[in-house]
């Protein structure tokens, strides 16, 4: 059964950059059937799609966030990882791993989730 | 302020059917397909629709899904207190090239 779990610091300072690293288990990252990505949710609030990559490292990005993200997939070892630059307070939030299905977009598989706080 | 829209409360009695509504644009709903996710309390979103009107294995056939123009819609039947939770609509978004999630519409089991 696909595993997924969110690693990284649980607090960043601002203006820093946050850098978190999924592993995957029970399943390869480097299936052609799958995009990896990563999800935020602010507390209290809702579900914000941060961007999604696949084994190739082709990668799509929101908009909103695409100048500071980086996303970025090391298959030797089974992961992905996220970094978010310049980070303020409003980038304090869950942050949440997923598998995305390559043809129909939907996420089937998601990580716990991890807390990060932006705070000096 | 989200792409897709989303009453922010629903509630219902035990055994009702109730309906929580998603509203978009031809850019992402008119275009593409909506999936529903779940949200219990203090947990990650479980994938609940997919496809319009998919169910996941596992997903009760109480829960259902339906798509008309730029606007779709999730049906719970039966409702159970089991169901309150937080349930997300999403879809991809052609102009921005992107996923784009609804603001989640808080279901209460009265």
């Known amino acids: 059964q696909l595993q997924l779990q969110e690693s990284g610091p649980g607090v960043v300072r601002p203006s820093e950059t946050l850098s978190l690293t999924c592993a995957v288990s029970g399943g390869s990252i480097d299936s052609i059937n799958y995009f990896w990505g990563w999800i935020r949710q602010p507390p209290g609030k809702g579900l914000v799609w941060i961007g999604s990559?696949?084994?190739?490292?082709?990668?799509y990005y929101n908009p909103s966030l695409k100048s500071r993200v980086t996303i970025s997939v090391d298959t030797s070892k089974n992961q992905f990882s996220l970094k978010l630059s310049s980070v303020t307070a409003a980038d304090t939030a869950v942050y949440y791993c997923?598998?995305?299905?390559?043809?129909?977009?939907?996420?089937?598989?998601w990580g716990q989730g991890t807390l990060v706080t932006v705070s000096s | 302020q989200s792409v897709l829209t989303q009453p922010p409360s629903a509630s219902g009695t035990p055994g009702q059917r109730v309906t929580i509504s998603c509203s978009g644009s031809?850019?992402?709903?008119?275009?593409?397909?909506v999936d529903w996710y779940q949200q219990l309390p203090g947990t990650a979103p479980k994938l609940l629709i997919y496809s319009n009107n998919q169910r996941p294995s596992g997903v009760p056939d109480r829960f259902s899904g339906s798509k008309s123009g730029t606007s779709a819609s999730l049906a719970i039947r039966g409702l159970q207190s089991e169901d309150e939770a937080d349930y997300y609509c999403?879809?991809?978004?052609?102009?921005?090239?992107?996923?784009?999630f609804g603001g989640g519409t808080k279901l209460t089991v009265l």
């Open positions: 990559i696949y084994y190739s490292g082709s990668a």
């Open positions: 997923a598998r995305r299905d390559f043809s129909e977009a939907h996420f089937d598989s």
């Open positions: 999403a879809a991809w978004d052609d102009s921005l090239n992107g996923g784009v």
């Open positions: 031809s850019s992402n709903i008119g275009s593409q397909a």
